[in-house]
Nanobody
Framework: QVQLVESGGGLVQPGGSLRLSCAAS????????MRWYRQAPGKQRDLVAS???????NYADSVKGRFTISRDNAKNTVFLQMNSLKPEDTAVYYC??????????????WGQGTQVTVSS
């Protein structure tokens, strides 16, 4: 069994910062791509940022220059540093990881989601 546990969400004023964390644990052989998605009420879940094991990154245009994704491969953990937050960043943020299990099966896992609210 593999679990992704997220932390770091909350309420912040516009222009503020938050740092999300997501740790994968369980029967893991290796973790490939790790991603952050977000879903606002009534909208689809959208990709925010992704990172490869080697550190290659991609970002949605709406967060480029404000958000930074990083990872600690030794701890199977991914982070999302969010700066200059805007009200439109308000959403539930989900961590996603492509995990190769000890059995060598590759499966996508999701975290439980963490609420980020940007409001004055």
């Amino acid at each position: 069994q593999v679990q992704l546990v997220e932390s770091g969400g909350g309420l912040v004023q516009p222009g503020g910062s938050l740092r999300l964390s997501c740790a994968a644990s369980g029967s893991i052989f290796s973790v490939n791509a790790m991603r952050w998605y977000r879903q606002a009420p009534g909208k689809q879940r959208d990709l925010v940022a992704s990172i490869t094991p080697g550190g290659g990154t991609n970002y949605a245009d709406s967060v480029k220059g404000r958000f930074t994704i990083s990872r600690d491969n030794a701890k199977n953990t991914v982070f999302l540093q969010m700066n200059s937050l805007k009200p439109e960043d308000t959403a539930v943020y989900y961590c996603n990881a492509q995990v190769q299990k000890i059995t060598r099966t590759v499966i996508d896992y999701w975290g439980q989601g963490t609420q980020v609210t940007v409001s004055s």
